[in-house]
């Protein structure tokens, strides 16, 4: 190597370093008061909702004079940049969690159990939530977040369009046979050019008919596909059915890339499954009177699935008592600041008068409480999102009408088996 | 030209000349000018380049316990069908994208380097969509190829309907995902088209005049004067072009993800996938290793072969 390389190349891998060694930061156990430090990452938030945080926020720190909460306000990929703080070794006291993602934070090792900061703590209870909330997020016998809201997938419809073609409401008995009827009632060519301008619902998510119908994606134990089960295939074949037979739902091209709830707000579907949190969408989007009602029933009792939303205290964390009582205060004394946004998933504020405000749609307030009885819980699995890329491919393609489904499903499972198979060999599994 | 030869004071092997105060100003004034890039290649860039060689040969995954896999990212890269899924994907945008944007760049910089009425605002017009991200580039041609309201079967509708083809599903259809994309490469040649209007206007004019004098038409005056003379800024183009198709993400992320049947599954999209959807961030180093090692291999064959066709010597 010559003099000019060497002496270029030295003093910058030396800079390297030290960049290295400076930018793996420490973030402090105290301020400059002596107060604890609590970062938590807030995930991006609208601002009709940010509102209503913001006050949860104050709150918090007029309550707990001897908590430091400094709110990270995260923007574009949450989850990307919780990853790049935590190889950083900089995470984030508690973050914002989703079910689906909690079985790959835990073996990541990036959370802390919460059962001992809860047995110890005199003010919460974990019987205070929602036994299913409570379910989702233990993993391997342990609870790893505190539940802020419990929601589940609903059937959301406009009962204008229902009594124009005069049919009854949903009810807490509908089956798949009377969605389907009510859906072809209401589907309509209103510009005589062949194909139908309103829809009588959007094509829910096949994962929601599989459950419906008692199917599951992956076996209990988590070693093998079951998208091939007698019950997950007719489940399927229904929901391509909706598309390619029935024609009651549009094709991605007549929705023009529309969301659901868009297409429900331009009253071009007339029904749709989706979870509470598009409420503050709808009441904010909608002229019109909607409402919700449960799911309609497969051949099993399970109808939904859970969902919602939680905190986590990251295993990264360096007060993690302080981390607790943040998350604690959130999911319980905090809430009622944005309960009008979310079905609290602590029982008592679930049930107070507060949140079942009569002034605001929807009217049925109490189903969104009531489906969490035939609510199941959602696939968890360190590699969903794999599974989930593993699948997708092949059932557009049945969608599409380019295969059948029997035929789509025998391509999956092998795929799926294989990702199963691979994170069992590399010592994952539950 | 050796890299030795500017008047630094280093000369291999000779010995250390004294420099003059000039070429100790000269020096500073280099070290100067070029530390913002240094220092921040050096804290942002080549950090992560050597440890992402390390993670290439590990199970990384940013939290959990790493360990060494060896060459097994690189063994599995060979075995996953979506990692040639994804090359294909990205060779077929390439091959096409690359040389119709260079083609596209050129013509317009031809058109935009004539003399007539308000051609800085011309050139500002074409320049423009350039400026514009890709995200936002692709929500704006996520609606231009909606297969019902979209602008571009609005446009081909009248056309279409009579000759009995139905409107084509653009990114809903396997095989027209693609294609769609390399339309969508064209919004940017405004880039391109401000490179080779730079280089039009470096060609001596004697060349045309003694080339008009011999007789030769405006084709032969473009094939004999202009080609020649622009090939080292075609080969830039090209080397350039190739680089950043090969990285297509951002379009692809917001458009149509991986698309029906994988048919978008560009091959950063599926290197993102690997290492922050499904947390493999050590194979995900692998597979960027292997992407530099194909542009590194595309791009050397490019300049062995342009030293064939192009000619340096319009300064001389």
């Given at each position: 190597m010559n003099r000019l390389s060497t002496s270029l190349l030295v003093p910058l891998a030396a800079l390297t370093i030290l960049a290295g060694a400076l930018l793996s930061g420490n973030r402090p156990v105290a301020d400059e008061q002596g107060r604890r430090v609590v970062v938590y990452a807030h995930p991006p938030c609208p601002p009709a909702l940010m509102r209503y945080f913001d006050e949860a926020f104050d709150d918090f720190r007029k309550s707990h004079p001897d908590i430091d909460l400094q709110v990270l306000h995260i923007t574009g990929s949450y989850q990307d940049k919780i990853k790049v703080m935590f190889a950083g070794k900089v995470a984030p006291d508690v973050i914002f969690m989703y079910p689906s993602d909690l079985a790959a934070w835990v073996e990541l090792g990036a959370l802390t159990p919460l059962d001992d900061l809860l047995a110890a703590n005199s003010k919460t209870r974990v019987s205070e939530y929602f036994p299913a909330a409570v379910q989702t997020y233990t993993y391997n016998g342990h609870l790893y977040a505190l539940p802020k809201d419990a929601s589940a997938e609903l059937l959301f419809y406009n009962p204008e369009l229902f009594r124009k073609h005069g049919l009854s409401f949903p009810t807490a008995d509908w089956t798949w046979q009377d969605m389907l009827h009510a859906a072809k009632a209401i589907?309509?060519?209103?510009?005589?050019?062949?194909?139908?301008?309103?829809?009588?619902?959007?094509?829910?998510?096949w994962q929601a008919m599989v459950r419906q119908n008692g199917?599951?994606?992956?076996?209990a134990d988590g070693t093998r596909c079951e998208l091939d089960s007698p019950q997950s295939i007719e489940a399927l074949e229904f929901w391509v059915a909706l598309r390619q037979k029935y024609k009651v739902v549009p094709t991605p091209e007549s929705s023009a890339d529309m969301t659901a709830w868009r297409m429900f707000v331009l009253k071009r579907a007339g029904m749709f499954i989706s979870m509470y949190p598009v409420v503050p969408v709808l009441r904010r989007s909608c002229d019109f009177e909607w409402d919700i009602a449960l799911p309609p029933r497969g051949?099993?009792?399970?109808?939904s699935a859970f969902t919602g939303s939680s905190f986590a205290v990251t295993?990264?964390?360096?007060?993690p008592d302080a981390a607790f009582e943040w998350a604690r205060w959130m999911t319980s004394e905090g809430m009622k600041h944005i309960m009008t946004f979310d079905i609290p998933a602590n029982v008592k504020l679930g049930q107070s008068q507060a949140w079942r405000d009569p002034a605001v749609l929807p009217k049925s307030k109490q189903v969104a409480v009531d489906v969490m009885q035939v609510a199941g819980p959602p696939?968890?699995?360190?590699e969903y999102a794999q599974i989930i890329d593993a699948i997708s491919p092949h059932l557009d393609k049945a969608n599409r009408g380019d295969c059948t489904v029997a035929e789509a499903v025998q391509k999956i499972v092998p795929k799926v088996n294989e990702v199963l198979a691979r994170h069992a060999q590399s010592g994952g599994g539950r | 030209m050796s890299e030795y030869s500017m008047d630094s004071g280093l000369r291999p092997g000779g010995p250390k000349r004294r420099l003059s105060p000039m070429a100790k100003e000269d020096r500073l004034a280099f070290w100067c000018f070029t530390s913002p890039w240094l220092i921040g290649f050096v804290l942002f860039g080549l950090g992560p380049i050597i440890a992402s060689i390390f993670l290439s040969f590990t199970d990384y995954s940013s939290s959990k316990r790493t360990n060494w896999v060896g060459l097994g990212n690189y063994r599995e890269l060979i075995s996953d069908p979506l990692i040639w899924k994804s090359l294909g994907n990205t060779l077929f945008y390439v091959v096409f994208a690359v040389p119709l944007s260079t083609c596209g760049a050129l013509m317009l910089a031809l058109l935009l380097n004539q003399k007539v009425r308000g051609i800085a605002i011309w050139r500002t017009i074409f320049y423009?969509?350039?400026?514009?991200s890709g995200v936002a580039m692709g929500v704006l041609w996520k609606w231009i190829f909606n297969p019902e309201v979209g602008l571009a079967n609005t446009l081909l509708r009248p056309i279409l309907k009579p000759l009995g083809i139905s409107d084509p599903k653009w990114l809903l259809d396997p095989t027209l995902s693609k294609p769609a994309y390399v339309v969508m490469s064209l919004w940017g040649i405004g880039g391109g088209m401000i490179i080779f209007l730079a280089g039009l206007q470096g060609i001596p004019k004697h060349l045309y005049e003694a080339a008009e004098l011999d007789g030769a038409g405006p084709i032969r005056r473009f094939y004999h004067v202009t080609l020649p003379m622009l090939s080292p800024v075609i080969l830039f183009s090209l080397t350039m072009g190739t680089i950043h198709s090969f990285q297509i993400f951002a379009q692809a992320y917001v458009m149509s993800g991986r698309g029906p049947d994988n048919s978008t599954l560009f091959y950063v999209l599926y290197l993102v996938d690997q290492s922050f959807r499904y947390f493999r961030m050590g194979y995900g180093a692998a597979m960027a290793w292997l992407l530099f090692v194909i542009i590194l291999f595309v791009t050397m064959i490019k300049f062995v072969v342009a030293e064939r066709f192009v000619y340096y010597g319009g300064d001389n």
């Open positions: 589907t309509e060519d209103t510009d005589g050019d062949g194909r139908p301008n309103i829809f009588g619902l959007q094509q829910p998510e199917g599951r994606i992956v076996s051949s099993s009792d399970i109808r295993s990264q964390s360096r007060n696939l968890q699995h360190p | 423009l969509p350039t400026i514009v």
